[in-house]
């Protein structure tokens, strides 16, 4: 298709039609479509595509939109699906099922704030909910790292040595409903990217399985060893998807997180999706004017990129967190997640932000003050929260 100018949820529903489609060699594909805000353009889109073997089934909930994804994954075919906040909420039992059924199904989630009271704009706390779950999460800066990391969901989830669902996040109306130029692949190379979907442990009228039976501790222990296993081998599973994705499309996607000019920093803020941009606009200015400072996209939050993370922050001295998502009783949860793994680092002080909470605006001059703030700082504190104006 080439260039185009388009908006984040066509970019995500483009690119799940294109992998589902190629997988008619093999099951074909699978996928239930329920509407909620800001997600809904992704569902009509999937719901207008002709697939040559496959079918969208519209439904009356979230939690049935899971419910066939996980039926449609258990007969072997390339299954998906999106949704949003309080969809995300209501389909839980039904994600965690598929996690721990072992299904590679690829979930697009459009950040929007739980509710109530209603709101319909940006906050990762919905996705950020099922972070226990048995699933991968990415969340992505800009509409083609959207389109590349969805291709890049299909390739690590499937994969033999992974067999996991994977949810990939995307700011409400922030990306999902803002045009921006992507390079939306050919369906030939997506082809060649995505291998037919093999799922193992599909069900067949040859072999009789039941799924989802009684089991006692000592085998829900064991289970639950595999997922880990499965997980500490994602970083080697989508390094090699990303060597092949740049030699299929020409491009080099990011991997589990970004630094930029953390060589030398002695302050380094950690941010993801589109608050990235706004944040290296700001670290870019500072370093123009001599300030060693840098930053971290954060990109897959499950498994977390501990090793990762550690190298990109080895001359650092201060580390601020970006957090839009916020847990009762605790603080932002990528510090807590980051916190964790810094804590063999008494030297590095490592202090929260809450921004952007229920979709605020988070400005330049928003985080320079944090920058600020953070250089002021002889200890860390308890998560700062960002005033929003009346």
Known sequence: MGRELVTGNYAAGYTLALAGEANRSG?????????????????????????????????????????????AALAGARSF???SSNGLAYMTENVFAAGYYRLPIVMIAVNRTLGPPWNIWVDQGD????????????????????????LLAFRVGEDPRVLLPVMVAEDGFVTSHTQMIVDLPEQELVDRYLPPCRVPHQLTHARPTTVGGLTWPKETTHHRHEIQEAMERVPEVLAEAIN??????GRRPHGALSAEYTDDAQ?????????????????EERRARGEKIGLIMQKMFRPFPRQELLRAVTQAQRVGVLDRNYSPGSGG?????????????????????????????????????????LQSRQTAGDPVWKEVAA
């Open 244 to 249: 092949e994705f740049e030699q299929v499309f």
């Open 267 to 283: 302050t380094v803020l950690i941010a993801c999706n589109t608050m990235t941009r706004t944040l290296r606009r700001v670290v």
């Open 333 to 373: 949860i990528m510090w807590t997640e980051i916190a964790a793994t810094l804590q063999h680092r008494p030297d590095i002080l490592v202090q929260d932000y809450l921004v952007g909470l229920g979709g605020g605006d988070v400005t330049p001059q928003d985080i320079s003050a944090i920058v600020d703030e």
């Open 127 to 150: 996705s950020l909910a099922l972070r226990d779950a048995a699933w991968l999460q990415f969340y992505t800066e800009s509409h083609q790292e959207l389109v590349d990391t969805i």
């Open 81 to 83: 699906t999106a949704s």
């Open 27 to 71: 099951r074909g594909c699978g996928a239930g479509a329920y509407p909620i805000t800001p997600q809904t353009e992704i569902v009509e889109y999937l719901r207008g595509f002709e697939f040559t073997k496959g079918a969208v089934v519209p439904v009356e909930s979230e939690h049935s939109a899971m419910g066939v994804c996980i039926g």
